[in-house]
């Protein structure tokens, strides 16, 4: 008994050097997976989405054309032109978005709102490529199929509906049509104005008579930015200062015992600016 507790005693010390050994002689190859990752970090997420969705659209094309895969197509192609909006490729979203409606105008009633909400995702691509004028008539196209799904749903409501559940739901869709219907007719008007002054601005410049417009900030607010005429906005022109006013242009004052300061510049208008030396917030502004 003795030889035998002793020899477990001696096994006792080998097993755990053997754990410890394994231990930290086994350790996991990071190098490897933090490559992959790097490398997969390194894609966009859009082009990675816009990857996934096109793999989507070539298992769809190879089915059967039936309403069913059409639909799913449908679906398929309204998010890759999402993301391609997304991604500023304004072409290629279009041409998706233009396939998209083209099913569900074949397999969707007239007053379907995913149809609108197509025509309306054009309208979003044509504005931000600057088709001001594409864009008011996507915008008008998706009014009429909101109007049109509204109208459907005050006929539901005045022959009656039984179900309260079914009444209820019709009762919501419609408030929730009514309340687009003025958001999408100020895209309209907003995208025509762009239009006629992108077009009037074209016509000054082949006549060589173009001259900046000027708008209030409201109105210039409200309209979709468009670069092309960007320069109708005025600038505002710096005035160069004179050395003389440039010696004069900071004033200090002794401070208090605790080290503040009054500070009087002034700025590029000619107004003077009285600063605080603590915190350098402008305390008064004279004109």
Same mark, same amino acid.
């Given at each position: 008994e003795n030889?035998? =507790?002793?020899?477990?005693?001696?096994?006792?010390?080998?097993?755990?050097?053997?754990?410890e050994e394994g231990a930290v002689g086994d350790e996991p190859p990071a190098l490897e997976t933090d490559s992959t990752d790097d490398t997969a970090n390194n894609?966009?997420?859009?082009?990675?989405?816009?990857?996934?969705?096109?793999v989507a659209r070539a298992v769809c094309d190879k089915q059967e054309k039936t309403d069913e895969w059409q639909q799913k197509k449908s679906e398929v192609?309204?998010?890759?032109?999402?993301?391609?909006?997304?991604?500023?490729?304004?072409?290629?979203?279009?041409?998706? $978005?233009?396939?998209c409606l083209d099913i569900q105008q074949k397999i969707y009633?007239?007053?379907?709102?995913?149809?609108?909400?197509?025509?309306?995702? @054009?309208?979003?691509?044509?504005?931000?490529?600057?088709?001001?004028?594409?864009a008011a008539e996507y915008y008008k196209k998706a009014y009429d199929v909101i109007? $049109?799904?509204?109208?459907?749903?005050? /006929?539901? @409501?005045?022959?009656?509906?039984e179900c309260p559940d079914e009444k209820a739901t019709i009762e919501k869709e419609l408030s929730e049509l009514q309340a687009?219907?003025?958001d999408i007719q100020l895209k309209v008007d907003d995208s025509l104005e762009s239009a006629k002054?992108?077009?009037? $601005?074209?016509?000054?410049?082949?006549?060589?008579?173009?001259?900046?417009?000027?708008?209030?900030?409201? /109105?210039?607010?409200?309209?979709?930015?468009?670069?092309?005429?960007? =320069?109708l906005v005025r600038k505002p022109v710096k005035r160069s200062i004179e050395p003389d006013e440039a010696e004069a242009a900071v004033k200090r004052c002794k401070g208090d015992d605790e080290?503040?300061?009054d500070v009087t510049t002034t700025n590029g208008n000619g107004h003077s600016v009285e600063a605080n030396g603590d915190n350098g917030h402008a305390a008064t502004a004279e004109a």
């Open positions: 030889n035998s =507790n002793a020899l477990s005693d001696e096994e006792l010390p080998e097993e755990g050097i053997s754990a894609v966009p997420n859009l082009q990675l989405a816009w990857e996934v969705l096109d192609l309204l998010l890759l032109g999402d993301v391609s909006i997304e991604d500023e490729n304004y072409k290629q979203a279009i041409d998706d $978005l233009a396939v009633a007239g007053t379907d709102r995913r149809i609108a909400e197509t025509l309306f995702q @054009m309208a979003r691509a044509f504005n931000l490529s600057f088709e001001f004028a594409k109007k $049109l799904c509204a109208d459907a749903h005050e /006929t539901k @409501m005045t022959a009656g509906v687009l219907l003025p002054n992108a077009e009037l $601005l074209k016509e000054q410049q082949a006549d060589g008579t173009a001259a900046p417009a000027f708008e209030d900030k409201e /109105t210039a607010a409200s309209k979709p930015a468009a670069a092309d005429i960007s =320069n080290g503040e300061a």
